[in-house]
């Protein structure tokens, strides 16, 4: 597609479970960044993958948040052990070389 | 040190009026301040960004104002419409990746018909 595509576009969860969340970058965007935003909020930086290069996970909030990248497609963030402060939007965005952020809509996730 | 301040959490204009979006930063390793807009549902999308270098950046009816000794930066947004109703969220991010970005705490413009 021409746009950064998120899956699912809602996630409802109940408290202890894992959810995955997946991103589709665009083609050829070899950065790649997590995002969450809570209702109301900014956004807070969580993760960054830039090529090959180690991820910079500096913004997870805790071990129970952890993303892979494979090459420099999809990416999939995994929470565990949901809790209902996971709560918020998760949003993916791809770049060129770290350039401006182009942002998918997002996975709006609801621990009950 | 890292925050981005922005005021105000909400803003209505008349249309055609201009709207105005402050945002101020501490970190002075800070050298990239975009803005972007998001609308209800969607992903935020780059509005418009600018450097410590210059002061001041026009794109169409957006401004960005920015004062480096202050430490500010603001969003000016001439005849304003309608269609301008969004939340506005100013950011901030240091040399070396300007997609590792700090985020203010975002602006609900709604502008009246």
């Known amino acids: 597609g021409a746009g950064v595509s998120q899956s699912p576009s809602n996630k409802v969860t109940e408290k202890g479970k894992d959810v995955e969340l997946r991103c589709d970058p665009i083609?050829?965007?070899?950065?790649l960044y997590w995002y969450r935003q809570r209702l109301g909020q900014g956004l807070e930086f969580l993760i960054y993958?830039?090529?090959?290069?180690?991820?910079?996970k500096s913004g997870l909030p805790s071990d129970r948040f952890s993303a892979e990248r494979t090459g420099e497609s999809v990416s999939t963030l995994t929470i565990q052990r949901t809790q209902q402060e996971d709560s918020a939007v998760y949003l993916c965005?791809?770049?060129?070389?770290?350039?401006?952020?182009?942002f998918g809509e997002g996975s709006r996730l609801t621990v009950l | 040190q890292q925050q981005v301040k922005q005021s105000p959490q909400s803003l209505i204009v008349q249309k055609g009026g201009i709207s105005i979006i402050n945002c101020a930063y501490e970190?002075?390793?800070?050298?990239?301040f975009p803005w972007y807009q998001q609308f209800p549902g969607k992903g935020p999308a780059l509005l418009i960004a600018?450097?410590?270098?210059?002061s001041e950046k026009k794109e169409g009816r957006f401004t960005i104002s920015f004062n480096k000794s202050a430490k500010q930066f603001s969003l000016h947004i001439m005849d304003s419409q309608p269609g301008d109703s969004a939340t506005y969220f100013c950011?901030?991010?240091?040399?070396?990746?300007?997609?590792?970005?700090?985020f203010g705490q975002g602006t609900t413009l709604q502008v009246k018909p």
């Open positions: 965005a791809s770049s060129r070389n770290t350039g401006e952020l182009f």
């Open positions: 083609s050829g965007h070899t950065a």
């Open positions: 993958f830039q090529g090959n290069s180690a991820p910079d």
């Open positions: 970190n002075t390793a800070f050298d990239y």
């Open positions: 600018i450097r410590p270098d210059v």
């Open positions: 950011a901030a991010s240091v040399t070396g990746n300007t997609g590792k970005l700090i």
